[in-house]
């Protein structure tokens, strides 16, 4: 009864700017810290940024300076800006929450679907 969703991947060529977004839906109670993991090719999934409630934010080092994660508490919404992209940026962006259900009012760790974000020329 909780979703993850995500948007706003695509084609986009070196240089270029994304903006990626999550949007949680459902029985939510409480949101704690959101995060953006990417997964490239024959990689495994890695973190790219995290944000608590409270809006401290880690990045990964490759991403540091070209990427800023925010989130907007009123609307249940996570987002990933993406300038100066590289190539080796292409993978699937996954958007993760911890959240607490008001079913059962347990934190469960969630996650989107992903979309797809390709960096080439």
């Known amino acids: 009864q909780v979703q993850l969703v995500e948007s706003g991947g695509g084609l986009v060529q070196p240089g270029g700017s994304l903006r990626l977004s999550c949007a949680a839906s459902?029985?939510?109670?409480?949101?704690?810290?959101m995060g953006w993991y990417r997964q490239a090719p024959g990689k495994e999934r890695e973190l790219v940024a995290r944000?608590?409630?409270?809006?401290?934010?880690n990045y990964a080092d490759s991403v540091k300076g070209r990427f800023t994660i925010s989130r907007d508490n009123a609307k249940n919404m996570a987002y990933l800006q993406m300038n100066s992209l590289k190539p080796e940026d292409t993978a699937v962006y996954y958007c993760?929450?911890?959240?607490?259900?008001?079913?059962?009012?347990?934190?469960?760790?969630?996650w989107g679907q992903g979309t797809q974000v390709t960096v080439s020329s």
């Open positions: 459902g029985s939510i109670g409480s949101i704690y810290d």
């Open positions: 944000i608590t409630s409270g809006g401290s934010t």
């Open positions: 993760n929450a911890d959240i607490r259900r008001t079913f059962d009012n347990r934190v469960h760790d969630y």
